[in-house]
């Protein structure tokens, strides 16, 4: 089934569930680049500051669509032990993709930064948005990211989110918001009738022209 239009129809939806929020003014945090477009809508609908956190999945070496894992800001590494296992990817191998992954987050942080500074988040409710989750090893680095530069409440919001994952990141975060967990989720993008690639100029100009 496809539950949303495109990224800034599931942001609509989105916000509708967080209307609860408005009054913990919260930030709202997309992960680029998909989630951006969404976090928009949300921060939009919110009255609320847009920002981003972000984090880079590091991908089975033979299936890099699998994430074993994230890095993010800060320095954080979330390893999915299971996955790698199970893909037979030893220590010095995984270090490679992470260090490798760490250079383009590095890279992407200084360009989107150049659009939005960070906005502090000391004491604040950390609305950690995307346009779904799979595995959930990127948004647990985005989550632990946020805690890291002093969330005092960290919020996960996405519109389509595989049950397993759900079941998992209930336990990581102080609250998750969901829109759609399909019983015979596959991937992400097959909730979405359009589900284009975003550009890191699109992210950008988001950011520019955003809340906050």
């Known amino acids: 089934m496809r539950w949303f239009r495109d990224r800034a129809d599931a942001g609509r939806q989105l916000a509708g ?6 009054g913990a003014h919260p930030v709202v945090l997309g992960l680029p680049r998909g989630g951006v477009p969404v976090a928009a809508e949300v921060a939009a609908a919110l009255g609320a500051p847009l920002d981003v956190v972000v984090v880079r999945k590091l991908g089975v070496p033979a299936r ?13 590494l979330v390893a999915d032990d299971e996955v790698r296992a199970l893909a037979g990817v030893g220590a010095a191998e995984f270090a490679d993709v992470a260090q490798r992954e760490r250079r383009e987050l590095e ?4 360009l989107l ?3 939005r500074p960070r906005v502090p988040l000391p004491g604040r409710t950390a609305l950690v948005v995307d346009d779904g989750i799979a595995t959930g090893a ?14 005092a409440r960290v919020v996960l ?6 049950p ?5 990141l209930r336990a990581e975060v102080d609250e998750l918001v969901v829109v ?8 992400v993008g097959r909730a979405y009738v359009d589900f284009a690639p975003v550009t890191e100029q699109q992210v950008v100009d988001l950011l520019a022209r955003g809340p906050a």
């Open 164 to 168: 397993r994952a759900a079941g998992r």
């Open 180 to 187: 759609a967990t399909p019983g015979d989720f596959s991937a």
């Open 113 to 115: 930064r150049r659009a």
């Open 157 to 162: 919001a996405v519109p389509v989110c595989a």
């Open 17 to 22: 569930r967080l209307a609860h929020l408005r």
């Open 64 to 76: 890099p669509e699998v994430a074993m894992g994230a890095v993010g800001e800060g320095g954080v």
């Open 107 to 110: 890279r992407r942080a200084s």
């Open 138 to 151: 990127t948004a647990r680095a985005a989550c632990q990211v946020v805690r890291a530069q002093g969330a």
